[in-house]
């Protein structure tokens, strides 16, 4: 024992490290990854998106609806075509359950570490902790983003098999072609995934912020309904451009057959703004946080 001690090498890095450490070895993507996969929550929501579309369709089976009409609104035409469907389907999820989505995999990431007095025993392996804020986001985003693509993936399959590949039309009579369309959902899903990154910046933050991760959830949530309420509200005028969720739905001037990119630009650059500054503020708070947990 002895000679192996003496034959240890004790000696530090520039940066004061131990010799021999690396930060980029501790928590791999893959194994934080595989670990998120494995937990109950994460497999009940992934289950729960492929089932939706299929409840949406015996909704609409076992409802009164015509299948040929081609006017009204996005619901009127949700069983117009299978690209319609999907249009619809992102509008029904669009108010809360994306939304939803997001914070649940943000929010839930650092707090529930704390929750499971864990936190401190992964910062002590040692992970450090910027990298374990980023390792953890990360891995949420993968999780979000997967999830986002998910559910309109399901959903077109289901319309195709029921509602066949016809064209894709508006509310205000435009059709475009199903190839097209396919290309229109595409940059849809694009467009909400960067448009919910705000929703991942303050869940993030929250989940630096408490122990408890039904409160990181639950506080971006609540934050997404209140901006939707006053975005509701015509007597705040140009003000509501400043709410998070004004741009939630622009996206729909993709199913057109001249698209106007104004709303998405704004509502993109909106989203990227807020995601900046709560995530700042949650590395500054996770990096000075006193870790008891």
Known sequence: MELAANREDTGYDADGSVSGFR????LPLRVELVRQLRRRRTQLL????????FILWAAFEFGSSDNSR???GFVDLATASAPNFVVFVLFAAGSFL????VAL????TIASEASWSSLKYLLAMPVPRGRLLRQKALTSGLLSLFALALLPAVALVVGV??????????????????SDSLLAMLFAVLYISVNLLWVA???IFLSVTTDAPLGAVGGTVLVAILSQILDQITALGGLRDYLPTHFSFAWSD???TDIDWSNMTRGAFSAVTYAAVFGLLAARRFRTKDITS
């Open 105 to 108: 995999f943000f929010g839930d």
């Open 70 to 72: 081609r006017s009204g």
């Open 254 to 256: 993709l199913i057109s």
């Open 161 to 178: 098999v029921f509602y066949g590949a016809g064209e894709a039309v508006s509310p205000t009579g435009d059709a475009i072609e199903f």
């Open 46 to 53: 992934l289950g729960f998106l492929v089932l939706l579309p």
């Open 201 to 203: 910046g303050l869940a």
């Open 23 to 26: 930060q980029r070895r501790t």
């Open 98 to 101: 994306l939304p939803m989505i």
